[in-house]
Every structure is written in structure tokens, then in C-alpha cells.
């Protein structure tokens, strides 16, 4: 299974970006997508989250401005980022939790390789 982030960026502060992430390989479903970012000297931390029915969470400093959204028939999942901030500088990385075919009924985490978000003036 491999995960595909696409959409970082330069941006103003209060600007917009939108970032995007496919996931492929032996796919039998998908529980849970969603974003993750680390910033130089800091831990990554969960951004966003999204099941496969919709249900999401966002950790507070972006609730507001960061909307997430997905494509179960494509496996893809988004993230529209608003009022873009300079400590939203990071780079994203997109998660999957993946039931994969021919693994049984256990579900395995996936990560992308990360785009970068940088904002600043």
C-alpha cells in the first residue's frame, strides 16, 4: 500500500492551499484517513482524522480554518487549509489505517512521505 500526498506549497500568511493524498496497492478498505504534521524540533501531531463514514476531528488551533474530506471509490483523501498561519509551517503527512487483501481481518497503518506547507510572508 503506498500513500501519494500532492499540494504543499509557499503561501501567505492568510492564504489557502489545498493538499491531497491517493492511497493504492492491494486495498481491501479503508478505516480511517486522515493528516499529520511535524514542524522542525517539535513531535508530529495529529491534524485531522476522517472515517469511512464521514466522522472527522481536527485538533484545536485549525478547527475553523482546515476542512477534510474524502473520495472512498478513489481512496483519497483532502485537506483544505484556510487563514493559513505561519506556525501551520510544516510538513503534512497523509495516514491510512488499511485493510489490506490477503492480510485477514487486521488493519495496518500507512503513511505518505509528506508535503511541505510553508507560510510566510
Known amino acids: 500500500v503506498q500513500l501519494v500526498e500532492s499540494g504543499g506549497g509557499l503561501v501567505q500568511p492568510g492564504g489557502s492551499l489545498r493538499l491531497s493524498c491517493t492511497a493504492s496497492?492491494?486495498?481491501?478498505?479503508?478505516?480511517?484517513m486522515g493528516w499529520y504534521r511535524q514542524a522542525p524540533g517539535k513531535q508530529r501531531e495529529t491534524v485531522t482524522t476522517?472515517?469511512?463514514?464521514?466522522?472527522?476531528y481536527y485538533m484545536d488551533s485549525v478547527k475553523g480554518r482546515f476542512t477534510a474530506s474524502r473520495d472512498n471509490a478513489r481512496n483519497e483523501v483532502y485537506l483544505h487549509l484556510d487563514s493559513l498561519k505561519p506556525e501551520d509551517t510544516a510538513v503534512y503527512y497523509c495516514?491510512?489505517?488499511?485493510?489490506?487483501?490477503?492480510?485477514?481481518?487486521?488493519?495496518?497503518?500507512?503513511w505518505g512521505r509528506g508535503t511541505q506547507v510553508t507560510v510566510s510572508s
Open positions: 496497492g492491494d486495498i481491501f478498505s479503508i478505516h480511517v
Open positions: 495516514y491510512a489505517k488499511v485493510r489490506v487483501m490477503g492480510w485477514g481481518d487486521d488493519v495496518s497503518d500507512f
Open positions: 476522517i472515517t469511512s463514514s464521514g466522522s472527522t
